[in-house]
């Protein structure tokens, strides 16, 4: 890969049967269903897709799943991330030998790295285990507990990982975002993370954003990225304030936000079951309420017509 990722990249579900297990007979209408809504790639086994929640087999079971219904469609990313370093670069092998576009990977977690070198340490562990795939750090500190400076890091961090293409960035500080945009005259790929700021993202310069809500409304955010390019900024607000709209129910008072944005994907008509624990899942009483608040307050246009099947391409 030597041109740098554009567009949206979807942060895909892993989907599940109602006790848990995996439902990945679902996972070719799924990229059927992104391919056809203009994404332009796949982020898989990331905080979306419950990753930290799978075993590693599982893990293994649900890139394959992903890489086989791309076929070769559009680029796959696999995060590979995990506390144990051992683990990870299992998973690193395995995407490698899946011919995946990328691996990435988190910091871990639980045993926090100290320093920034010990960060940079663990990185270049993990993608030691597969040299000619491209590498992305996965930078989201609210949940890593990890919050060295990108900045910083992007520089050290390529002078001991030869694969290192640039960064997930899933934190909020644009300031940040844009110094690592303009590191080395633009030398890094640095993927904007954080959807419901996708608009303010475009303005310091990203080209490519990975994200939950793309999948079940990656329309919206592509008008506002088309009306931001030819220039018209109160259009792409327009569409960002519809976005929001529907974020602030997701945000709202029937259940956590993940576990919520999963369920978003039943309303369109895909349902990836529930989230395996501890996230919470979303019970039938306020399922109802959910449903009703999500299609009032925008989802209803992205709810397939009845005579259009998931499983076309």
């Known amino acids: 890969m030597t041109e740098k990722l554009s567009g ?11 006790d848990g297990s995996l439902n990945l007979a679902l996972v070719p209408n799924l990229v059927n269903h992104l391919l056809r809504n203009g994404v332009g790639g796949l982020y898989v086994g990331g905080s979306t897709g419950e990753g930290m929640s799978l075993t590693t087999e599982e893990r293994q079971a649900v890139a394959e799943a992903y890489v086989q219904a791309a076929g070769g469609r559009l680029p796959v990313i696999v995060q590979v991330g995990h506390n144990s370093l051992k683990e990870a670069q299992g998973l690193a092998r395995h995407a490698a030998e899946l011919g995946v576009t990328a691996i990435s990977a988190t910091s871990p977690s639980y045993f926090k790295p100290g320093s920034l070198d010990v960060l940079i340490d663990c990185m270049a562990e993990i993608a030691s285990a597969a040299p000619e795939t491209p590498f992305y750090y996965y930078h989201i500190p609210k949940f890593s507990g ?9 520089p050290a961090a390529a002078e001991r990982i030869p694969s ?9 500080y644009t300031a940040d975002y844009q110094s690592c945009l303009e590191l080395d005259h633009g030398r890094f790929d640095v993927l904007w993370g954080c959807d419901e700021m996708l608009l303010s993202a475009l303005v310091v310069g990203a080209r490519a954003a990975v994200g939950s809500t793309y999948n079940f409304m990656a329309p919206l955010y592509l008008r506002a990225m ?8 109160p259009a792409a607000r327009s ?8 974020l602030r129910v997701l945000n709202g008072r029937y259940v956590a936000l993940a576990p919520a944005m999963k369920f978003a994907m039943g309303v369109i008509g895909l349902d990836c079951g529930p989230c395996r624990a501890p996230l919470d899942s979303v019970s039938q009483e ?4 959910l449903r009703q608040d999500l299609l009032e307050s925008g989802l209803s246009d992205f709810v397939p017509r009845r005579d259009t099947a998931f499983s076309e391409q």
């Open 146 to 154: 990890n919050d060295a400076s990108m900045v910083d890091f992007l």
């Open 239 to 246: 569409h960002m304030s519809a976005v929001l709209k529907i």
């Open 226 to 233: 088309d009306a931001y390019d030819s220039g018209d900024l």
């Open 164 to 172: 290192l293409r640039g960064v997930k960035f899933s934190d909020l």
């Open 286 to 289: 306020a399922g109802q309420a």
């Open 8 to 18: 949206l990249i979807a942060a895909t579900y892993t989907p599940m049967h109602e």
